[in-house]
């Protein structure tokens, strides 16, 4: 993602209602944060937040978490928040990598995980999301019975997925490498990657796997 720096994004960050400052200190709590026993759903690396702001706004009956590691690209999403003020949306600015420290075991019942970024560098493989590195942190925040939706229009970060899921040993439920001609298109709810890349005329791809 082509980034700018957006000038005061921290401070607006530090002050807003619908970040959490001490994301820390909410392990295990998030239910409480909510207000209700309602099914948590995180999307890890969720940019400017249209994906996670529809799904609010389609599942009230669902907690939604957005996490994204860039100040100027979550303001995005917080000026949109701060106008609708979803009751079910909570933001974090933080590295996915310390995802342990800040939910609980078994709080997470589902993870979304769109379009992240590439590291098409093999030294950098273990960065990537999908890699069993990060697949052995989401397994200790999983609910049970919980699952991971994976979706990206490059097909060499796909095919590395589909191995690490297998090395795993975790399962896949579907895959397919052009959601929108395939039967798992109606209900689907486009990321701003998603519209950006499938105008260009990219096939997207996507899993659906648990452990
Ligand atoms: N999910 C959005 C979409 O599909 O439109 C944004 C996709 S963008 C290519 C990837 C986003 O994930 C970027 O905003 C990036 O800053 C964020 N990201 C990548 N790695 C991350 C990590 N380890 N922790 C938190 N956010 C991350």
């Not at 820390?24 to 207000?35: I, L, P, Q, T, V």
């Not at 949109?80 to 939910?103: D, G, H, S, W």
């Not at 075991?105 to 890699?131: C, G, M």
């Not at 994976?150 to 490498?177: H, M, Y």
Request: hydrophobic share 35%; aromatic share 12%.
């Amino acid at each position: 993602m082509r980034l700018r720096n957006v000038k005061g994004s921290r401070e607006t960050i530090a002050a807003n209602e619908f970040v959490i400052q001490d994301e820390e200190s909410m392990k295990g709590k998030w239910h409480e944060k909510f207000g209700n026993n309602n099914p948590i759903h995180i999307e890890i690396g969720m940019g400017k937040g249209r994906f996670i702001m529809d799904m609010a706004r389609l599942h009230p009956e669902i907690n939604f978490v957005g996490i994204e590691k860039f100040s100027s690209v979550l303001v995005r999403a917080i000026e949109k928040q701060n106008e609708e003020k979803l009751p079910n949306l909570f933001f974090i600015r933080m590295e996915a990598e310390y995802i342990e420290n800040v939910f609980d075991k078994e709080e997470v019942d589902y993870i979304y995980l769109n379009f992240s970024d590439p590291w098409p560098k093999d030294r950098h493989a273990k960065r990537r999301l999908t890699s069993v590195q990060f697949l052995s942190k989401y397994i200790n925040i999983l609910a049970k019975g919980a699952g991971i939706t994976f979706k990206t229009d490059n097909r060499p970060l796909f095919d590395f997925s589909l191995e690490q899921i297998d090395e795993a040993g975790w399962v896949k439920e579907n895959v397919t490498f052009d959601l929108h001609n395939s039967e798992y298109a109606e209900g689907n709810v486009m990321t701003e990657y998603e519209q950006r890349f499938s105008d260009m005329g990219n096939p997207i791809c996507r899993v659906v796997f648990h452990p």
